[in-house]
């Protein structure tokens, strides 16, 4: 059976295409002979057609060593299977990572725990000087909420039903299993939490109470605040002469707060311009004593029932660690560094707590003393009102004191005024009577 002519017109195509060999014969013609067709020539075809132009006689130039180029720049290099062998081998298999924990919570986890650069096991071992150790020195300690760097009870669970390889659990699972390790670990870090945060809760409760009792003390021994309330109390008593609340030996703290609700009859002034205006004239030394009051502001921004919370937050802290210390007696080895810290810890902040209570109830003995010290009954006037009512005393006191400066300096530049344009008037009729007087 003769061959088909379909493979050979198709072989052709394909020579043409590439530039290779002869193009098809045209039809009822005879095919070109090799080498004559467009294109190079194939491999092994006759010789090169020889060129019809006049040849040129020159000297070539030795071709370059190819072989280096061909090694440098070739399409791809050849790969032995040894070199992949060893290379496959070295890598070995690739092993995921077992995560159990939420990923968001495992993430933020180990966010945190990137800022700790020590081993797993030696982070939670409880060192003597737990301020200094950075797995104790994070942020969810320091912000009393430690409960965000425990595992809670799901995710305990999920770790002890764990039975595959450890090694293969992720940071924040590992972490997790050496926090179950530690004997009531929520209690310990607690107390961690308590001791860390100890100092400048002590310190910022120390401030407060002493901002307190200098309030206390610079309104009981201000002679200006005296002096001003003895002129209040007489000014009382002349615009209530004749009436039932006249001829008082006192009056009620909030008293003060009414001088500028009480107005003149020209509605220019209230009876608290008037006082300062009068002080201004006869006893300018009294003006200035809010000078004698620096802690008021400070203090009135205290509450008295914050600072019972606080302290009892301490006494009951502490009271939480010596509990604690005394549980971790059955723990063995483990926590021996932890008693001994705590201790040394017990030791110091006993004294300090001590301290701290004697100085709470003189504070509170001071402030009660305040109340009394305008007639007023603690209960109904606490200290938190009668440092509200005279700091608002002071700030209404230094206004109308200023405004009364204004208005004397605008009537003072308005008789300026006045007196120049009555000089320059004098000056005009002058002129004019002069001109008049001269003859013509």
Known sequence: MGDHPLPRLLEAVLQVLLGFGPPPPPPGGKAL???????????GAAAQKRSSLKPLHWSK?????????ETLFSAAVPKSADAG????????????????????????????????????????????????CSC??????????PHKVLPNKGEMELLKNYTGDKELLGKCEQYFLELMKVPRVESKLRVFSFKIQFGSQISEFRKSLTNVSSACEEVRNSDKLKE??????????????????????GFKLDSLLKLSDTRATNNKMTLMHFL????????P????????????????????KSLAEEMQAIIKGLEKVKQELSASENDGAVSDVFRKTLKQFITTAEGEVGSLT??????????????????????????????????????????????????????????????EMEKAKEISLTKKSTSEDVPE
């Open 276 to 283: 300062c205006k009068k002080l201004a004239d006869k006893n």
């Open 33 to 43: 002979p090799a080498g004559r067709g467009r294109g190079l020539a194939r491999p």
């Open 61 to 69: 130039i030795a071709e370059f060593d190819v072989t280096e180029l």
């Open 285 to 304: 030394e009294l003006l200035d004593f809010h000078r004698d009051l620096g802690s008021l502001e400070i203090a009135s921004k205290i509450q008295l």
């Open 136 to 145: 104790f020195n994070m942020p969810s300690l320091r912000s009393g909420k």
């Open 228 to 249: 001003i309330m003895k002129r209040i109390l007489f000014l009382g008593n002349v615009l209530n002469q004749g009436t039932a609340r006249g001829s008082a030996i």
């Open 358 to 419: 004697n100085l709470y109830s003189t504070v509170g003995r001071n402030a009660d003393a305040l109340a009394l010290y305008f007639n007023e009954d603690p209960a109904k006037c606490p200290f938190e009102q009668v440092t509200s009512t005279l700091l608002n005393f002071m700030r209404m006191f230094r206004k109308a004191h200023d405004e009364n400066i204004k208005q004397a300096e605008q009537e003072k530049k308005k008789v300026e005024k006045e007196a």
């Open 85 to 132: 062998k060893d290379r496959r081998k070295s890598a070995g298999p690739k092993t995921d990572k077992v995560t159990l924990i939420d990923l968001r919570r495992a993430n933020n986890t180990e966010i945190m725990l990137t800022k700790v650069k020590m081993p797993l096991p030696d982070m939670i071992s409880f060192p003597s000087k737990t301020d200094e």
